[in-house]
């Protein structure tokens, strides 16, 4: 894996606004967007009583070291309102650091590469379009061929909608 990804997600208010208010706060943070996915409509992961989320991918570039991107990506959740009251619940923004080049970390309060990835059509879907055939650090295996073999069923559709 050569670069770093961010997951963004929203289901509630304004999505496709809260998405790209979140990519504002981020390269204010001077973290600079190299390349994005598409947009995807996704049924809800965990939780199912709630609305759809959108989600996409991000490429970024920064000089912050994991634990430090991290923080920005907590800060800017923040600064948007995002309340944390129910893993996988609804939420105004969510942002998850997916790989930070070939690091591999493990500890209380993060883990790269996310520990979904494989299991998650919606963070496969997006990755697959920018990343496609970047290799998994752990499982050594690309985006495309780790969203051929996942069996996660829920829908996740491509919007007509741009960042």
């Given at each position: 894996?050569?670069?770093?990804?961010?997951?963004?997600?929203?289901?509630?208010?304004?999505r496709?606004?809260?998405l790209r208010?979140?990519?504002?706060?981020?390269?204010?943070?001077?973290i600079?967007?190299?390349?994005?996915?598409?947009?995807?409509?996704?049924?809800?992961?965990?939780?199912?009583?709630?609305?759809?989320?959108?989600?996409?991918?991000?490429?970024?570039?920064?000089?912050?070291?994991e634990?430090?991107?991290?923080?920005?990506?907590?800060?800017?959740?923040?600064e948007?309102?995002r309340?944390?009251?129910?893993?996988?619940?609804?939420?105004?923004?969510?942002i998850?650091?997916?790989y930070?080049?070939?690091?591999?970390?493990?500890?209380?309060?993060?883990?790269?590469p996310?520990?979904?990835?494989?299991?998650?059509?919606?963070?496969?879907?997006?990755?697959?379009?920018?990343?496609?055939?970047?290799?998994?650090?752990?499982?050594?295996?690309?985006?495309?061929?780790?969203?051929?073999?996942?069996?996660?069923?829920?829908?996740?559709?491509?919007?007509?909608?741009?960042?």
């Amino acid at each position: 894996m050569n670069g770093i990804y961010l997951l963004l997600g929203s289901n509630l208010g304004d999505r496709l606004d809260n998405l790209r208010i979140a990519i504002r706060l981020l390269q204010r943070e001077k973290i600079k967007i190299l390349n994005e996915s598409s947009i995807y409509e996704t049924e809800p992961w965990g939780t199912r009583d709630q609305p759809w989320f959108y989600n996409a991918v991000l490429q970024i570039e920064t000089s912050f070291k994991e634990n430090e991107l991290l923080a920005v990506c907590l800060k800017v959740e923040e600064e948007m309102g995002r309340k944390r009251s129910e893993k996988w619940g609804a939420r105004l923004i969510d942002i998850d650091i997916l790989y930070y080049k070939d690091s591999v970390v493990e500890s209380d309060n993060l883990t790269i590469p996310h520990p979904g990835i494989k299991d998650r059509r919606f963070t496969l879907m997006p990755l697959s379009e920018i990343a496609g055939e970047e290799t998994h650090p752990v499982f050594g295996k690309s985006q495309v061929i780790l969203l051929s073999k996942c069996t996660d069923e829920l829908d996740c559709r491509l919007t007509d909608f741009h960042l």
